[in-house]
Nanobody
């Protein structure tokens, strides 16, 4: 059974930093591209970042480019998102997702999803 379990969410002040991580099990982790998405109340799920199987290629949404960094450790079956210079508009539930096919910047096509971790940024 495939499981993606996010952790590390919480409350942080604007301008601060936070790191969220995703632990994967039940799949050949290094065979999957990984992505982070977020969803705020009343809004559609938004692409945040993605990373290729080897970690050589990374992609970011325009709203987080230059502030967030995605990374992975295949030996530990984990993918992380380091978030800096956080803004109140970064408040959302953050989800990790796994895709055996292409590196995607849209939610459609990802094979597996975690349950999400809440990130709140106060002004």
């Amino acid at each position: 059974q495939v499981q993606l379990v996010e952790s590390g969410g919480g409350l942080v002040q604007a301008g601060g930093s936070l790191r969220v991580s995703c632990a994967a099990s039940g799949l050949a982790f290094s065979s999957y591209n990984m992505g982070w998405f977020r969803q705020a109340p009343g809004k559609e799920r938004e692409f945040v970042a993605a990373i290729s199987r080897s970690g050589a290629n990374t992609y970011y949404g325009d709203s987080v480019k230059g502030r967030f960094t995605i990374s992975r450790v295949n030996a530990q079956n984990t993918v992380s998102l380091q978030m800096a210079s956080l803004k109140p508009e970064d408040t959302a539930v953050y989800y990790c997702a796994a895709d055996r096919g292409l590196v995607r910047v849209t939610a459609a096509g990802y094979d597996y999803w975690g349950q999400g971790t809440q990130v709140n940024v106060s002004s």
